[in-house]
T-cell receptor, first 114, second 114 residues
Framework: ETGVTQTPRHLVMGMTNKKSLKCEQH?????MYWYKQSAKKPLELMFV???????ENNSVPSRFSPECPNSSHLFLHLHTLQPEDSALYLC?????????????FGPGTRLTVT | AQSVAQPEDQVNVAEGNPLTVKCTYS??????LFWYVQYPNRGLQFLLK??????LVKGSYGFEAEFNKSQTSFHLKKPSALVSDSALYFC????????????FGDGTTLTVKP
């Protein structure tokens, strides 16, 4: 459970605010991911990083901006969000990008946009 | 393209009875299949995976899953359910033509009643 940590756990922000979500993994993994989990919708992959390089950007609006300064840390910068962006944002890591590796998830940040 | 289907939104079983949570998949290449569990207000937790080899895979907390290539299925099973198994279960697939990207099913809510 403590392998991947996320802060804050809960965040309420107005549509004009700027905030950042932080993820840290203590597993020595090389790949990190951001997912969006909305009620009654499947898990949506947003971004994938491998060795600090972005390898996937899944048609995510530009109001979401990821940053991966090193292999242990991943940020999601948020600005001018919409109410429909309210969701649970999950960070995950894996040993690498190979298809055989499972992912380890953080507890998520529950985001509410008012 | 890859996809995963979990045909049941909800599965209810009595404590002590066997449980099955169903998953079928579609991939272009060789399938790499995973089961994850999500407890309330938590991230997803890895349970088990099929990479190659034995079709019956054993994982955490007494869970197992059977890979069936002809039926393209990977059902999760447990011989004797516990109340504490009540949670949301996700099946996921990765294939060797789309490294880095997992596709998750919509999830199945398992309720185990005392």
């Amino acid at each position: 459970e403590t392998g991947v940590t996320q802060t804050p756990r809960h965040l309420v922000m107005g549509m004009t605010n700027k905030k950042s979500l932080k993820c840290e993994q203590h597993l020595g993994h090389n790949a990190m991911y951001w997912y969006k989990q909305s009620a009654k919708k499947p898990l949506e992959l947003m971004f994938v990083y491998s060795l600090e390089e972005r390898v996937e950007n899944n048609s995510v609006p530009s109001r979401f901006s990821p940053e991966c300064p090193n292999s242990s840390h991943l940020f999601l910068h948020l600005h001018t969000l919409q109410p429909e962006d309210s969701a649970l944002y999950l960070c995950a890591s894996s040993q690498g990008l190979a298809e055989s590796y499972e992912q380890y998830f953080g507890p998520g940040t529950r985001l509410t946009v008012t | 393209a890859q996809s995963v289907a979990q045909p049941e939104d909800q599965v209810n079983v009595a404590e002590g009875n066997p449980l099955t949570v169903k998953c079928t998949y579609s991939v272009s290449g060789n399938p790499y299949l995973f089961w994850y569990v999500q407890y309330p207000n938590r991230g997803l937790q890895f349970l088990l995976k099929y990479i190659t080899g034995d079709n019956l895979v054993k994982g955490s907390y007494g869970f197992e899953a059977e890979f069936n290539k002809s039926q393209t299925s990977f059902h999760l099973k447990k011989p004797s359910a516990l109340v504490s198994d009540s949670a949301l279960y996700f099946c996921a697939v990765r294939d060797n033509t789309n490294a880095g990207k997992s596709t998750f099913g919509d999830g199945t809510t398992l309720t185990v009643k005392p």
